[in-house]
Nanobody
């Protein structure tokens, strides 16, 4: 069982930056593909970014390309989401996800609120 704890959310003005962190425990972090998702009020949870086990391959949803950067430190069991040039439409609860591809194992954190004011 993997436990994930997100932090770093908050209130920021449009154009500002935030860095989210997600610390994992209870499993071998380097075996998990890590991802960030978000859920805005009244909307379904959506994919934001993912990072493969080594951190060498990243994928982003189109709306955040060029503004967000996902990275991981396997020695610290942590995945990060650097968010720059934030927009009001980025306002959401951001969730960390850990997945073992092909094994049906997927874990979620409790989420951290990001609010971007215009």
């Amino acid at each position: 069982q993997v436990q994930l704890v997100e932090s770093g959310g908050g209130l920021v003005q449009a154009g500002g930056s935030l860095r989210l962190s997600c610390i994992a425990s209870g499993g071998t972090f380097s075996l998990y593909t890590m991802a960030w998702f978000r859920q805005a009020p009244g909307k379904e949870r959506e994919f934001v970014a993912t990072n493969n086990r080594s951190g060498g391959r990243t994928t982003y949803t189109d709306s955040v390309k060029g503004r967000f950067t996902i990275s991981r430190d396997n020695a610290k069991n942590t995945v990060y989401l650097q968010m720059d040039s934030l927009k009001p439409e980025d306002t959401a609860v951001y969730y960390c996800n850990a997945k073992r591809i092909g094994l049906g194992m997927s874990y979620w954190g409790q989420g951290t609120q990001v609010t971007v004011s215009s």
